[in-house]
């Protein structure tokens, strides 16, 4: 248990210090722009704020001096204490990823309860002194003692998962996408966006007219980029498939059409996209505060997914968390139990995917099961409950009993954690980026990175020339 225990006036000396160390972060600067209102770009680590082509991540003047107001407050003299002045002078930079020792010293006493303290922040790597000055202060009036003060934590809900695909996948070369019916703002705006960062090199296949009235609509321009006349939805998804056959495409992108006519195109037994494995959909979701993307499947096509449908589930869903990087997936298969219950269906098959696993039917991750919500993705849960696994507690890959629990854990993710979601149909000779309506630009934006750095794995490239 932490005691935090204050110093009075007359327990106080000249020459009395004390010091924290604190490594800033970015989310520290993130947190210091909310909370006070600075959005200085210098300090956040998405934009370059002086122009010279370089994210700064510079930390704030002012979050490095409070760092001397958190020596003070919580140590010398502690709790109680109130400022009368501060002076800075600030020396030289910190950035996120130093390491930082604020420090404070007494310099001198006025009664009845004045201190004046020479204050100092330098960084530990190699002593470089960021500020320099002097604190003047009253010290508490009584004796103070708290055990474990109980301050909320904070949650930033920053994207930083996708960020780091979208930044891969525009090393590779733009993947060739049939984008299908972009006759509507959000559908030709992703694609269009992505086509921006170099990600995909996009094909769009409908209606001429429907799709430069849109393009008009959003501002953007359509030069350089190929338009395949359809006449109708079904025919576009034809044609878009078509040009997968014909090797000019290596990816299918949804526009504003319904699902179930793209997959009909792809699904075709002449000149379709079948592999011999089912087609099924995972969400790559990034979820602020979890430290590794979280693959959900299958949440948008399988509807009630026998066992052998599951496998193949199982299978995709490791091969796409392999190509975002994820080098062995934790795959946990979830039940609404942790124990194999004959009365619940779904606990049976994840004890048999689990043992599939075990003897190589499933390759390429580590497969457990069953496992409820709470000890697939919580460590301490799981302990608390015993389960002695490698996937219990940190399962980076989630299989759902049916597209019921997928849909309602995607979209609680999305709603209620502020996660985003990235959509792709594995399954298929090449990938197929399945957006929602209700995706904005960056869910767009990371499903084509996602795609293409599927495609990147599979066809066996590692380098290129975009962005």
Not at 134 to 159: M, N, S, T, Y
């Amino acid at each position: 248990m932490k005691i935090d225990e204050n110093r009075v006036f007359d327990e106080i000396a000249v020459g009395d210090s004390a010091e924290i160390v604190r490594i800033c972060t970015e989310d520290d600067f993130y947190i210091y722009a909310t909370s006070s209102g600075n959005h200085n770009p210098l300090h956040l680590a998405r934009y370059d704020g002086d122009g010279d082509g370089q994210a700064e991540t510079v930390a704030p003047a002012m979050w490095v001096g409070s760092l001397i107001s958190a020596v003070i407050g919580n140590l010398l003299p502690g709790a109680g204490t109130m400022y009368r002045a501060q002076e800075f002078r600030f020396l030289a930079r910190a950035r996120a990823g130093d390491e930082l020792v604020a420090r404070v010293s007494v310099t001198a006493k006025t009664p009845p309860a004045g201190l004046t303290m020479a204050t100092e922040v330098t960084r530990k790597s190699d002593g470089a002194v960021i500020l320099t000055g002097e604190a003047q202060v009253d010290a508490p009036p009584c004796k103070l003692v708290f055990e474990d003060l109980d301050i909320p934590g904070l949650l930033i809900e920053r994207h930083r998962h996708f960020d780091a695909l979208i930044a891969a996948a525009g090393h590779l070369p733009p993947l060739p996408t049939a984008v299908v019916c972009p006759e509507e703002p959000r559908a030709l705006g992703g694609a269009l966006l992505a086509a921006r960062h170099t990600i995909i090199a996009p094909i769009l296949v409908g209606d001429p007219a429907g799709i430069t009235a849109t393009a008009r609509e959003l501002g953007m321009s359509l030069a350089g980029i190929e338009i395949v006349e359809a006449s109708d939805h079904a025919s576009a998804a034809t044609l878009a498939v078509d040009l997968v056959s014909q090797g000019r495409a290596s990816a299918l992108m949804k526009g504003h059409l319904h699902t179930d006519v793209l997959l009909k195109a792809a699904l075709r037994k002449e000149a379709g996209l079948r592999t011999g494995r089912r087609f099924t959909h995972v969400f790559v979701m990034d979820v602020p505060g979890v430290p590794h993307p979280l693959l959900v499947t299958d949440a948008a096509i399988n509807i009630a997914p026998d066992l052998r449908t599951k496998m193949d589930i199982v299978q995709n869903a490791i091969d796409l968390a392999r190509s975002i990087g994820i080098e062995v997936p934790k795959v946990g298969v979830l039940s609404a139990v942790e124990t194999v219950n004959p009365d619940i269906p779904s606990s049976l098959d994840a004890a048999l995917l689990s043992k599939m696993a075990e003897r190589g039917q499933i390759t390429g991750g580590i497969v457990d099961g069953p496992l409820a919500m709470d000890n697939a993705v919580d460590l301490s849960a799981a302990r608390t409950k015993g389960i002695k696994s490698q996937v219990a507690g940190l399962a980076e890959v989630l299989v759902v009993p049916n597209i019921d629990a997928g849909n309602m854990l995607a979209k609680q993710l999305a709603y209620i954690s502020h996660a985003e979601g990235a959509g792709v149909v594995m399954g298929a000779r090449v990938p197929i980026i399945l957006n929602s309506r209700a995706d904005d630009d960056k869910a767009r934006l990371a499903s084509c990175a996602v795609a293409a750095l599927h495609n990147a794995r599979i066809t066996g490239q590692t380098t290129g020339t975009g962005g």
